[in-house]
Nanobody, 123 residues
Framework: VQLQAYGGGLVQAGGSLRLSCAAS????????MGWFRQSPGKERAFVAT????????IYADSVKGRFTISRDNAKNMVYLQMNSLKPEDTAVYYC?????????????????WGQGTLVTVSS
């Protein structure tokens, strides 16, 4: 599975962005999908995950109520809608795929990673 995240950019605090993750090579319809982020000098951190059906989603406390993860299995796409952005959301955002059956927040469980997309939130 090859993953490509895009949609990042520069936005003012309080603004919104929608990240997309395009998968290729095989269908991701049975995969758990996740978004992670990494800020300068910090370790990669969990943001959100969604199971294969979209019926289960989990969010980091720092983004709960502001971010929404979704997927379109027919299009082999995963999305992260980010609203009410804060400067502390500035990071490189990565999408990842896990061949397991249950949504997980653990980065080491994910089998495939895409190149990140940079999100910069100005104050």
């Amino acid at each position: 599975v090859q993953l490509q995240a895009y949609g990042g950019g520069l936005v003012q605090a309080g603004g919104s962005l929608r990240l997309s993750c395009a998968a290729s090579g095989r269908t991701i319809s049975t995969y758990v999908m996740g978004w992670f982020r990494q800020s300068p000098g910090k370790e990669r951190a969990f943001v959100a995950t969604i199971d294969w059906s979209g019926g289960t989603t989990i969010y980091a406390d720092s983004v709960k109520g502001r971010f929404t993860i979704s997927r379109d299995n027919a299009k082999n796409m995963v999305y992260l809608q980010m609203n009410s952005l804060k400067p502390e959301d500035t990071a490189v955002y990565y999408c990842a795929a896990d061949a397991g059956s249950r949504a997980t927040v653990s980065a080491h469980r994910y089998d495939y990673w895409g190149q990140g997309t940079l999100v910069t939130v100005s104050s």
